[in-house]
């Protein structure tokens, strides 16, 4: 649109006054807040990032010790486990999530009907209830004198999950990287053949990549020599000895995400599916291709147009919703940085730290699904 | 095969979850001079709702005073013959307005008292579901003009509008709610000179405006790009400014075609209310968490998140079957 004469002089004008009036609120914020702050006695700047900390940490995926390692540790602390919760709950949720979704659509009314209340119950429930309802039953379970066996070697008690061990964290870091190598490889290899480059054919395919997968991963963790003898947890006396510990707060974190995510997962799934015109199935049906196979080939990558968009999303919210680990006390990044705040009154750096955190995890989920959702999309001229 | 399967599985939840919550309940303990919890611990007690029987008021309440209880309950009950009101669409206009603010006002004057003989409540000392209600209803009525005007200001010809209002809106939706509920309870004080401040709930509330405004502003901007372009140019032909053609006739058609987003936008609003309690406010979860906090309760906190879970679903479900109505007359309408 063109300005003419008497609008263009009232367009400037208004930019002006804008300008003018957040730039006025914006120095009198800045202002109060540097006076406020001074009168607090506490100094601005993030220095105080290498001071060391006193508090311990519960859960962390490398090695911190109280009284010897800085904030800034602490903080790397704090994102990796806000990292690995938010990815096992995505994948958790999206595995689950499709399963309901699909079965929602199943002609079979009893599995269709569980399915619908599954998603009515959790999705009008807020997710913060159902953590702090998940940590409460958790503490409720009887001690690990009486716990649960829910197979050999895993027990459910009041102290969390108990599991068998294969390795320590250095052999989880070994595995998550080769399968971060593996993923990356994949797409690497996709992208080149959607150019013509290359012709891989079978070996680029979901079951082959689950099987390296699994493989890869086990094969890296044993040559590297982290790989121990199953440690396989038992009780002796009052507590579990060997093995390894979901902490409750963990849990509680992991199960109450993911079973709130799955929901909306599992919506999403479903209009996806329904979006798929009905000629589709029946023209595979037709050609007398069997249910497994059409939905595998036909309808799965059809309904993946429709459903990456609010997917993607939903991704999104589980990053934002893994801040609530703070209400169960999870030491993620937004449980970190606030007990660093209350320590040394950094609120401003604090808060700076928590939106640069959270504004790069967003952007980065969304370039990736943006990346995934051109790789689906209907080539158009 | 599925049907034998899945008969067999919910029956076996069902038996479960009936044994517990039924047959082996205890319905009742002693309460005289405190309440004597021994016989939900013994090995064979399900479901202790002696709990909820004995805690509801303090639950559905919080602090406030108990002889004034009847206050609080009197407001619940405006806001819920308020919304179904609202869902009314003979009443849709300016009626709406002026029952709304009828019962703001008395929801107000009710809540803190201290005219007409009632006496008077701090804001501290509220609780409960009347929070609740209070925050969610104010964090939509606040947030939809707000999301109305950033969203007018994003899809503007004026740079600096544009760029103000998309800063805003992806600086939000980048960021947790509880990021700015945090940001509203410890920063907000260090933004004002000396003696001057605002309560915590009204600063809760400033966060969760700001925060719904971002999402809102979103949706309405979806249904002002659907509105075809014929009808702005139209209003314009026909001599209507900017703001009358917004006013009359793009608005409404916009709002009408987001109509049942706005709807989820509330029940996600609604259900993102309970972030309050982590800093430290006393909405309806919070009063559930504290009330299994006491010595004689504690261990029971699957029921008491249960009594709660079932208010915040009502509230929720109800929502959600109004949008699905909405939905399908707004298609049918078409």
Known sequence: ????????????????????????????????????????????????????????????????????????????????????????????????????????????????????????????????????????????????????????????????????????????????????????????????????????????????????????????????????????????????????????????????????????????????????????????????????????????????????????????????????????????????????????????????????????????????????????ALVTR | MITIVMILLLGKLAWWFLDWAVFRAVWSVPSTPSPDTQACRTADAGACWALIREKYRFILFGLYPHPEQWRAALSVLIFLSLYPLSADRRLWGWKLVILWVAGLAAVFVLMYGGVMGLAYVPEDQWGGLPVTLMLATFGIALALPLAVVVALGRSSNNPTVRTMCVIYVELIRGIPLISVLFMASVMFPLFLPDGMNFSKLLRAQLGIVLFTGAYLSETIRGGLQAVPAGQSEAAHALGLGYWKTMYFVVMPQALTLVLPAIVSLCIGLFKSTSLVMIIGIFDLLNAGKRAIAEPAWQGFGAEAYFFVGAIYFAFCFSMARFGAGLEKRLRRDR
């Open chain 1, 1 to 376: 649109m063109k300005y003419t004469g008497r609008e263009a002089v009232s367009s400037i004008a208004v930019q002006m006054l804008l300008i003018l009036a957040v730039g006025g609120l914006g120095w009198f914020l800045v202002a109060t807040t540097l006076e406020n702050l001074e009168f607090r006695g506490v100094s601005t700047g993030f220095s105080f990032l290498w001071r060391v900390v006193s508090m311990p940490i519960a859960n962390s995926w490398i090695e911190f010790v109280p009284g010897l390692h800085t904030y800034a540790r602490a903080l790397l602390v704090g994102l990796l486990n806000t990292l690995s919760v938010s990815g096992v709950v995505i994948v958790a949720s999206t595995i689950v999530g499709s399963v309901i979704g699909i079965s929602r659509l199943s002609p079979n009314l009893l599995l269709s009907k569980t399915c619908g209340a599954y998603v009515e119950a959790v999705r009008n429930v807020p997710v913060l209830l159902q953590l702090v309802f998940w940590y409460q039953l958790i503490l409720e379970l009887p001690a690990p004198r009486s716990a649960f066996k829910l197979a050999e070697g895993i027990f459910i008690s009041n102290r969390g999950i108990r599991y068998p061990a294969l390795g320590d964290e250095t052999a989880v870091v070994i595995a998550v990287s080769t399968i971060a190598v593996l993923i990356i490889a994949f797409v690497f290899a996709a992208g080149l053949q959607r150019k013509g480059r290359v012709r891989l054919g079978r070996w680029l395919s979901l079951p082959a990549f689950l099987t390296l997968a699994i493989f890869l991963p086990i094969a890296a963790i044993h040559f590297s020599g982290h790989l121990r003898t199953p440690d396989v947890p038992v009780l002796k006396g009052l507590n579990f000895r060997g093995g390894a510990t979901l902490t409750p707060e963990l849990s509680a974190l992991t199960i109450g995400l993911s079973i709130y995510t799955s929901a909306f997962i599992a919506e999403i799934v479903r209009a996806g599916v329904v979006g798929v015109p009905a000629g589709q199935r029946e023209a595979a049906m037709a050609l007398g291709i069997g249910p497994f196979v059409t939905l595998r080939k036909v309808i799965i990558p059809q309904a993946l147009r429709i459903v990456i968009p609010p997917l993607s999303g939903e991704y999104l919210g589980v990053i934002k919703n893994s801040s609530l680990a703070v209400a169960v006390g999870y030491p993620d990044l937004f449980a970190i940085v606030n007990s660093m705040i209350s320590d040394t009154g950094q609120a401003v750096e604090g808060v700076t730290i928590i939106i640069l955190a959270f504004l790069t995890m967003s952007l980065a989920i969304s370039t990736l699904m943006n990346w995934c959702n051109r790789c689906v």
